[in-house]
């Protein structure tokens, strides 16, 4: 997806709709924003991701500014297979099956890869925000990341 967008559109996306959000129903807490923040980020990039899918083609041919060099990973966007240990790294973020599969991590996880994820936050930061300790928040990590190789596989 970074050869056709960039952090900049799914700002843009996420603040938009964000914004419209808050008016209707501002959050009590940082947690609930943080919540509401990520599933816009979840929508707005998988959103992104269908948008590269459906138009590969045409805007491959576009964007495509060294033909002789191009690698097989540009042919079908939005789709990268993701092991597990590529979430610690960041590799496969730009997934759609990535976003659309952590969407249905049960609500423990979910939080967890979206604090870690979308919010870039460490895991420290992250059991201070839910109010629990580091080994809980590395232990509903692994049990995401390990749920969603298991959703990815299927």
Request: with cysteine; proline share 3%.
């Amino acid at each position: 997806m970074k050869r056709w967008y960039d952090t900049d559109d799914l700002y843009q996306r996420t603040v938009t709709d964000l914004i419209k959000m808050l008016r209707d129903k501002p959050p009590q807490t940082a947690r609930e924003f943080l919540n509401l923040a990520a599933w816009k980020m979840r929508n707005c990039l998988t959103d992104l991701a269908r948008e590269v899918r459906k138009n590969a083609g045409g805007l491959a041919r576009q964007h495509e500014t060294d033909h002789q060099n191009a690698d097989a990973s540009h042919e079908a966007p939005g789709h990268v297979d993701v092991a597990v240990a590529d979430l610690d790294s960041m590799a496969g973020i730009e997934s759609l099956d990535l976003h659309e599969m952590s969407g249905r991590l049960p609500d423990e996880a979910k939080e967890v890869f979206d604090l870690i994820i979308y919010h870039e936050l460490s895991q420290d930061e992250a059991a201070k925000i839910l109010g629990v300790s580091v080994p809980t928040i590395r232990r509903r990590w692994r049990e995401a990341r390990e749920r969603l190789a298991e959703l990815l596989a299927r």
